[in-house]
């Protein structure tokens, strides 16, 4: 059944043209030549019933000839392909004709999802997909299992690989190099220890569709779409006088705003399809997220592998009070061209204080006082540093509200007044740290000070701050996440916290050590 899920949407779509052919050509037949007269009518029926006749029996020998070959490259597909873990890593091969054997390390996957595509979901099968360090290309995709062995597949590629770098080396699980292993095409390898329940943990939230299809269109480009159309029916009034003249002055003009009205709607009806259905639940040391319509997600995000959070009010979204939560995580979204963001919303769209709730699932050493402080304050309450006055000529509307706060566990980033945004970034995650000056910024004695993360959607950077405060927050900042790297390194965690929600207060004398 796999090619057939596989290439299900293109096959549809041939059969469709064809289809539309064969009326096509059936109803030329039938309609006669042109006086229309009844013996050239009644020939022209003729022909086209004979054409029809013809016409089946040439589909009927295509159809067979096409199922048949469908059904050869399917058994051959499905004979060639297996999968198997052994020597701590998991290993796939494919192809009759062209061959490909893949291995990823299990030290190197960063996070396992199911997906089930809707011809998928009439056929009951699903696939599972393990992300891995390296980008899009790198997925490894086990394409297409049944829905029940896809969940045991996934509950047991986490018990071996999910949380690897999380439990004391002693406690380390995985399959010994020399192991005996079988070929897992019909089963995994045993495990050293029981794997994970399939359980989909606790609860957290979910976001009602209905919401989800009014933030989609609280969008700036249906808003835009509709603006438009509001001064081209307005103008078309003032023009022509006459509602009537007006409307049909109005019918002429919106053609030309067709395909941007077309493109508008293809994404967000794409919006729509990915979120909905949108389920969040935690099982101790991961994120498992669900969501999609029609091509049915479910995604298990390990909280050592989140690298930065953040959650975003867009101006629509103020007067409803609502709010969308962002991850970057380890080994997702570094392929520009892969459409990661499934991946990274932890919330689509919910209330302060669900997204309040997420936040601190994903890091429970966060503080709700202060993102709530961050998501809705301005000056300096709280421990925040801001811009400099003068840094009003880059942002007059919001430089009273951005800057940011330091705490033991991490650096907490503002910015917006219209659109609000959040960025909080683990002091042990920083990968590097940036600070540059633009032609203004030098002449203002201003400088923006980056926290480099892995690739995502979540951006921390302070800009145009204070010179001298840029130039002391990366120095300290430097010092904090090398202390905070050892210390997680060396300390020994269980195996219910993991290792980045350690937090440990650095000292001044320690930082002035360094």
């Not at 016409?55 to 096409?66: C, F, M, P």
Request: hydrophobic share 45%; with cysteine.
């Amino acid at each position: 059944m796999s090619p057939i899920v596989r290439g299900g949407v293109v096959g549809v779509a041939i059969l469709g043209y064809a289809a539309t052919q064969f009326v096509d050509d059936l109803f030329r037949g039938m309609g006669g030549g042109d006086d229309g007269g009844k013996e050239e009518a009644d020939q022209g029926i003729r022909e086209g019933v004979g054409l029809l006749f013809d016409h089946s029996l040439i589909a009927s020998a295509v159809i067979l000839t096409a199922l048949l070959l469908i059904g050869l490259v399917g058994y051959f597909s499905w004979r060639f392909a297996k999968f198997r873990v052994a020597g701590g890593q998991i290993e796939f091969r494919k192809g009759w004709l062209f061959r490909e054997h893949r291995q990823v390390p299990l030290e190197r996957v960063q996070a396992i999802e199911i997906s089930r595509p809707l011809l998928a979901q009439l056929t009951g099968l699903s696939q599972v997909i393990v992300q891995s360090a390296g980008g899009g290309d790198s997925q490894l995709k086990l394409a297409f299992l049944r829905t029940g062995r896809a969940d045991e597949v996934r509950g047991e590629l986490l018990a071996l690989a999910g949380r690897r770098d999380e439990a004391r080396p002693a406690r380390s699980v995985g399959v010994d190099d020399g192991a005996d292993t079988e070929d897992v095409s019909d089963g995994m390898v045993e495990a050293h220890r029981a794997p994970l329940s399939t359980d989909e943990g606790r609860e957290v939230l979910r976001v009602p569709n209905s919401r989800l299809f009014v933030a989609t269109i609280l969008h700036g480009g249906t808003i835009f779409l509709g603006v438009m159309a509001l001064l081209t029916g307005s103008i078309a009034l003032a023009a022509y006088g006459s509602r009537f003249e007006a409307l049909t002055g109005a019918a002429i003009a919106l053609p030309a705003l067709g395909p941007l009205a077309f493109g508008i709607a293809v994404n967000r009806i794409g919006e729509l399809l990915k979120h909905g259905n949108f389920r969040l639940a935690e099982t101790g040391t991961s994120a498992r997220i669900q969501h999609g319509l029609t091509d049915k997600r479910t995604t298990t995000i390990p909280l050592h592998r989140i690298q930065a959070v953040g959650m975003v009010q867009p101006l629509w979204w103020r007067p409803l009070g609502w709010w969308r939560v962002k991850v970057n995580v380890a080994g997702i979204a570094s392929d520009p061209t892969n459409n990661t963001d499934n991946e990274t919303t932890a919330l689509p769209v919910g209330t302060l204080d669900q997204a309040l709730d997420v936040l601190t699932l994903l890091d429970p050493a966060l503080s709700e006082a202060d993102l709530r402080r961050a998501a809705l304050g301005e000056g300096e309450d709280g421990g925040w540093t801001l811009v400099p006055p003068r840094a009003r000529r880059f942002d007059w509307l919001s430089w009273r509200r951005s800057g940011f706060a330091v705490s033991p566990h991490s650096v907490m980033v503002r910015a917006g007044r219209l659109s609000r945004r959040v960025s909080v970034m683990p002091h042990a995650r920083v990968q590097s740290l940036t600070l540059a000056q633009g032609p203004l910024d030098r002449r203002l004695d201003l400088a923006t000070v980056t926290l480099v993360s892995t690739p995502g959607p979540v951006d921390v950077a302070v800009p145009h701050l204070d010179l001298q405060t840029a130039t002391r927050l990366l120095r300290d900042e430097a010092a904090r996440a090398r202390v905070a790297r050892e210390f997680s390194r060396s300390a020994c965690t269980s195996d219910d916290v993991p290792s980045q929600l350690v937090a440990r207060v650095v000292t001044p004398e320690e930082s002035d050590e360094r």
